[in-house]
């Protein structure tokens, strides 16, 4: 299912809703996403309604993280399965957003930007 | 009727225009001359075709069909023979078809009897190695199709993917993440990475310029 991004924004923070998944077809609609970084302090990417997420996926989230760091923008991710989390640890993008379940936390956490 | 073809094999059907099709010195062309020719031919129908034309005197006496059919070598066949089969499939090689691929190699594995979690790393390894076999090793030609076998020896599910291509195979450096944030790394390259990390055992195999890769995944944890 191709992927469709829905995006708010509160508190300087850029709310992403990622539904469908995210392979090749991704490419566009995170570009468009990634234009909308600019002036945010922080990007919340919400996994909750992600079906799949191909190793081409994760090369978008790498090319995503990239240009939110351009940005100043920093990057978290709420809504992922056991699975997927254990698919950020063993490719370390647990390391480069941060990774959690509560959304509250992922704001505050993103909110300060990426210093 | 019921007729078994080998694996590599053809089955033949040609209507009687050509086996009755009537030389010069008045023999019929006949079945065994069909079967002669379209021995190692690459266009076995147009070969026979054109050997008849060649054969016949006179003008054509009556309609000329034929049908070549060519059983394609089966991945299990190539492969190593594990436990029995659960699943065999083919798909085109063209973008979009690993989540497929993923999907039901999750259903056989679980309905085999395997935990969800080592399910869905199973299908993530099957979605990475298929599309690895479509883009690097059949150059995304849909004429080139994946082949997929999923076996189960009772304790574990043994997946066989294997490309029908000329490709050199995914050949990269071992991602990392600092490097690829930096730039100094591509963003791509995660796929072999992610099954060699997702299942339990992995083997490469090339028989007869067809590259097999072979997934093990154990049902339970153990």
Same mark, same amino acid.
């Given at each position: 299912?191709?992927?469709?991004?829905?995006?708010?924004?509160?508190?300087?923070?850029?709310?992403?809703?990622?539904?469908?998944?995210?392979?090749?077809?991704?490419?566009?609609?995170?570009?468009?996403?990634?234009?909308?970084?600019?002036?945010?302090?922080?990007?919340?990417?919400?996994?909750?309604?992600?079906?799949?997420?191909?190793?081409?996926?994760?090369?978008?989230?790498?090319?995503?993280?990239?240009?939110?760091?351009?940005?100043?923008?920093?990057?978290?991710?709420?809504?992922?399965?056991?699975?997927?989390?254990?698919?950020?640890?063993?490719?370390?993008?647990?390391?480069?957003?941060?990774?959690?379940?509560?959304?509250?936390?992922?704001?505050?956490?993103?909110?300060?930007?990426?210093? | 009727?019921?007729?078994?073809?080998?694996?590599?094999?053809?089955?033949?059907?040609?209507?009687?225009?050509?086996?009755?099709?009537?030389?010069?010195?008045?023999?019929?062309?006949?079945?065994?001359?069909?079967?002669?020719?379209?021995?190692?031919?690459? =266009?076995?129908?147009?070969? *026979?075709?054109?050997? +008849?034309? !060649?054969?016949?005197? &006179? /003008?054509? #006496?009556?309609?000329? $069909?034929?049908?070549?059919?060519?059983?394609?070598?089966?991945?299990?066949?190539?492969?190593?023979?594990?436990?029995?089969?659960?699943?065999?499939?083919?798909?085109?090689?063209?973008?979009?078809?690993?989540?497929?691929?993923?999907?039901?190699?999750?259903?056989?594995?679980?309905?085999?009897?395997?935990?969800?979690?080592?399910?869905?790393?199973?299908?993530?390894?099957?979605?990475?190695?298929?599309?690895?076999?479509?883009?690097?090793?059949?150059?995304?030609?849909?004429?080139?199709?994946?082949?997929?076998?999923?076996? =189960?020896?009772?304790?574990? *599910?043994?997946?066989? +993917?294997? !490309?029908?291509?000329? &490709? /050199?195979? #995914?050949?990269?450096? $071992?991602?990392?993440?600092?490097?690829?944030?930096?730039?100094?790394?591509?963003?791509?390259?995660?796929?072999?990475?992610?099954?060699?990390?997702?299942?339990?055992?992995?083997?490469?195999?090339?028989?007869?310029?067809?590259?097999?890769?072979?997934?093990?995944?154990?049902?339970?944890?153990?």
């Amino acid at each position: 299912m191709s992927l469709t991004v829905n995006t708010e924004v509160a508190q300087n923070v850029l709310m992403a809703h990622l539904d469908g998944d995210l392979d090749r077809a991704a490419d566009e609609p995170l570009a468009e996403l990634e234009t909308q970084f600019d002036g945010t302090s922080g990007v919340v990417l919400d996994f909750s309604d992600t079906g799949f997420i191909a190793s081409s996926g994760l090369a978008l989230l790498v090319r995503l993280v990239r240009s939110a760091s351009a940005a100043g923008a920093a990057v978290a991710a709420i809504g992922l399965d056991d699975h997927y989390r254990h698919v950020f640890e063993i490719t370390r993008l647990d390391s480069v957003m941060v990774v959690t379940e509560d959304k509250e936390a992922a704001v505050a956490a993103v909110s300060g930007g990426n210093q | 009727v019921e007729i078994s073809v080998p694996n590599g094999g053809l089955l033949v059907i040609a209507s009687d225009g050509v086996a009755e099709a009537h030389g010069a010195d008045g023999s019929m062309y006949g079945f065994q001359r069909v079967a002669d020719v379209v021995q190692g031919a690459k =266009d076995p129908a147009g070969a *026979v075709v054109d050997d +008849v034309d !060649d054969f016949a005197v &006179g /003008a054509q #006496e009556d309609d000329i $069909t034929i049908v070549v059919l060519r059983r394609r070598i089966s991945a299990k066949d190539s492969a190593s023979s594990f436990g029995s089969t659960l699943l065999e499939f083919q798909l085109p090689s063209v973008d979009g078809i690993e989540r497929d691929a993923m999907d039901r190699v999750m259903d056989a594995a679980t309905g085999a009897g395997m935990e969800l979690s080592r399910a869905k790393k199973l299908g993530t390894a099957v979605a990475e190695a298929v599309m690895n076999a479509a883009e690097h090793g059949n150059g995304f030609d849909p004429e080139r199709p994946v082949d997929v076998v999923v076996s =189960d020896d009772g304790s574990v *599910v043994e997946v066989n +993917v294997t !490309d029908n291509g000329p &490709g /050199a195979g #995914e050949n990269i450096d $071992t991602p990392d993440i600092d490097a690829k944030i930096a730039g100094d790394q591509g963003p791509r390259g995660w796929g072999r990475f992610l099954i060699e990390k997702l299942v339990d055992e992995l083997e490469d195999q090339v028989v007869d310029g067809r590259h097999t890769l072979t997934m093990r995944m154990r049902k339970e944890d153990s």
